[in-house]
């Protein structure tokens, strides 16, 4: 482009050029994505935005060890109670090395996609699909002093799920898991 006759214009807004290619056939490629403006705009949110819970629309934020477990001693007491770690979620796989270790490490359950087995059962997991597994740390019911065994496994799904744990209220009816952090 040749340059403007001008010293200096002041004002302008600032602009966003698109180069128009017409590489892509993929169906699902839109102006966002082959431009790649889509990734830089997922960026700025993931950087400035607020993330809120899809389900219920509460804020997600992080919460230190104790927070969680006053959380859940707030549930009434009696209530059964799965403690969680989301080992894999939403991603392709057979995972029978990473069933098989966990197995070596002491765990005796494990969710997958929703369903529940021992890790000594023989799971077949379809490789081609995506899946969410989330091993079974411990199952309690909620009364006083159940605080520090509560609060260890607790540590222990956040170390093997990378900072995640999962706590499922046992006999809620939502498809979904009601505490979800
Ligand atoms: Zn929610």
Redesign the pocket.
Known sequence: MEKPNVESITGLSPAISIDQKSTSRNPRSTVGTVTEIYDYIRLLYARIGTPH?P??G?KIEKQSIDQIVDTVMDLEEGTKIQILAPVIRGRKGEYTKLLSDFNKEGFVRVRVDGEVFELTDDINIDRKKKHNIEIIVDRLIIKEDIRSRLTESVETALRFANNLVLVDIVGATSGRPQN?R
């Open positions: 819970c389900n219920c509460k979800e």
